[in-house]
């Protein structure tokens, strides 16, 4: 009885390449007896070699050992194609017998194409696109980095498509190409949404004269607010004698160095960016004015606190 063992060599069953790269050869051999007359390689049905005769005209196709117990090729740089089943065959006494290997190739994950960041603005919608190739295929999905551990999976394919999308949608999304061949192939993409200015922190403040004033503006918006200052219907320039107008990221502050009773009154802060503005009224107000009930309550302390020693003082006479 002839033996007709065949297997792979090199990397075993199971070849690693990189795409466009490949590093990989694998041998196929067999194990024969003297009585083998005739000994062929075959990719399918089309002969590789047949014995020492090369049929394939594939460069990348070489003969490795050719005696009475071993024939082997090699196959270098291995591709998805040369995926399938190699036939050995033999023939003794006559009898034809072959024997089959079957041959997988594995491709670790390869993110080809991803969109690039992206600024949109709010109300939009977006699309990002993250192409991966791998063997066996990757599952893609995609994840909004942002927020919390676990709430981040937004979608579980090549596109994620955000419709009317919102301020707090921006930030890193994460695509993430994995098959069990190696670690996953992870790309980033950002997104910046755009808003309008909203003002969210505007103080009144109150001041004496002769000290120190200031006002204080705060934007929220995409792109960066940029700040104007009104008192009623002028606008305050920049380099306007014995204030100054300072813009520090979303806060812009407008001081007074030296508070005067003219500086005492209503101030606008308008906040624009280019999808649009917004302003608030501020006011400076000096002591015992009664502005938004601030000094309402001062007052009414005031009063009882007269009251009382208006009594205190009856008391004592009588
Ligand atoms: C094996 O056959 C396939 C299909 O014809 C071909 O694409 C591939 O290049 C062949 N591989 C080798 C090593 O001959
Ligand atoms: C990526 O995919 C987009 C959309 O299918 C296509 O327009 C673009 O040419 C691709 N880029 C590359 C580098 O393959
Ligand atoms: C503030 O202004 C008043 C009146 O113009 C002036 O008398 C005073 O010296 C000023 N104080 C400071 C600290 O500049
Ligand atoms: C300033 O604003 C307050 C409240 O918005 C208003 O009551 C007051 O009349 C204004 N003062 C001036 C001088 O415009
Ligand atoms: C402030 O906003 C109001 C309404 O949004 C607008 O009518 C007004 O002209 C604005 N004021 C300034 C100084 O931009």
């Avoid at 034809?96 to 690039?116: A, E, F």
């Avoid at 009104?230 to 502050?253: C, Q, V, W, Y």
Wanted: charged share 20%; proline share 5%; hydrophobic share 40%.
């Amino acid at each position: 009885l002839s033996i007709i063992d065949c297997f792979i060599l090199a990397l075993g069953y199971v070849l690693l390449f990189t795409p466009h790269t490949p590093v990989a050869s694998f041998i196929i051999q067999c194990t024969i007896d003297d009585r083998v007359t005739r000994v062929a390689w075959l990719n399918r049905s089309t002969i590789l070699y047949a014995g020492n005769d090369k049929w394939s005209i594939d460069p990348r196709v070489i003969i490795l050992v050719n005696t009475p117990t071993q024939y082997s090729i090699m196959i270098q740089n291995v591709d998805v194609y040369d995926e399938g089943p190699y036939t050995c065959s033999v023939q003794t006494d006559n009898h034809p017998k072959t024997s089959r290997v079957h041959l997988i190739v594995q491709v670790p994950p390869q993110i080809m194409n991803i969109s690039s960041d992206i600024t949109v603005n709010e109300g939009s919608s977006v699309t990002l696109l993250c192409l991966a190739i791998g063997r066996p295929e990757p599952t893609v999905t995609w994840r909004h980095l942002s927020v919390k551990e676990g709430q981040g999976f937004v979608s579980e394919d090549e596109y994620l498509e955000i419709s009317d999308i919102k301020r707090d949608q921006s930030g890193e999304y994460e695509c993430s190409a994995l098959n069990d061949v190696a670690a996953p192939d992870v790309r980033k993409v950002k997104i910046t949404v755009n808003y309008p200015p909203y003002i969210s922190k505007a103080k009144n403040t109150g001041v004496s004269v002769g000290q120190k004033g200031i006002l204080s503006c705060e934007a929220s918006a995409v792109p960066t607010a940029e700040f104007q200052w009104f008192k009623e219907d002028t606008r305050l320039a920049p380099g306007l004698d014995g204030m100054r107008i300072e813009n520090k990221g979303h806060i812009s502050t407008l001081t007074f160095f030296n508070v005067s009773e003219k500086d005492y009154g209503n101030y606008t802060c308008v906040a624009t960016n280019k999808l649009g503005n917004t302003n608030a009224s501020l006011t400076l107000y000096g002591p015992g004015a009664v502005i938004d009930g601030v000094n309402s309550a001062s007052r009414a302390l005031a009063c009882l606190w007269l009251s009382g020693t208006l009594f205190a003082h009856f008391f004592i006479k009588f």
